[in-house]
């Protein structure tokens, strides 16, 4: 067993996952996951899939997240901008030829190896924030532009 599958069964352990369900996870088919769940990246592991040239597979992701302004006892949704892996009714953009490119290339975002119930919606709430973090903000700025300017190129291509 490797560092990631000694990370995952922590991961599920914590979640509250039993033997049985830590196996049932683990046997599951990768393209059912890529159908059903998707890799969802932090702005670094975006912009390494930018550099890696995959940049033609991702699209830019509204994501909402409510808070609360406790002040006046009312809910505030906050809409942040990030950039994912595209998608069709198919599944994932990155699944060709029963393979998984990321995996391939040793690029799957870590929520991409981490599809564990629990632990799944927890990480992605916190993935969703990295793109609102200031610390990422060159990097994110870097991912908006990238898709920006690739649709922008395709749109003059085609008038």
């Keep these: 067993m490797?560092?990631?599958?000694?990370i995952a069964r922590k991961l599920c352990e914590m979640a509250g996952l039993n033997e049985e369900q830590i196996e049932e996870?683990?046997?599951?088919?990768?393209?059912?996951?890529c159908k059903d769940i998707m890799c969802f990246g932090t702005p670094e592991e975006i912009a390494r899939l930018i550099n890696a040239g995959y940049v033609h597979l991702?699209?830019?992701?509204?994501?909402?997240?409510?808070?609360?302004?406790?002040?006046?006892?009312?809910?505030?949704?906050?809409?942040?901008y990030t950039v994912q892996i595209a998608a069709d009714e198919n599944g994932c953009a990155m699944y060709k030829d029963g393979k998984c490119l990321l995996?391939?290339?040793?690029?799957?975002?870590?929520?991409?190896?981490?599809h564990f119930e629990g632990v799944f919606q927890?990480?992605?709430?916190?993935?969703?924030?990295?793109?609102g973090d200031c610390a990422n903000i060159e990097t994110v700025i870097y991912c908006l532009r990238s898709v920006t300017?690739?649709?922008?190129?395709?749109?003059?291509?085609?008038?």
């Design 2 to 6: 490797g560092i990631i599958d000694d």
């Design 25 to 33: 996870v683990r046997r599951r088919p990768v393209r059912r996951l």
């Design 58 to 80: 991702l699209k830019i992701m509204p994501a909402t997240l409510v808070g609360v302004d406790k002040t006046r006892g009312i809910a505030v949704p906050t809409e942040i």
């Design 103 to 114: 995996r391939e290339s040793g690029l799957t975002p870590e929520l991409g190896k981490l």
């Design 122 to 131: 927890k990480s992605h709430i916190e993935t969703i924030l990295t793109w």
């Design 149 to 159: 300017e690739l649709c922008n190129n395709k749109n003059n291509h085609t008038n």
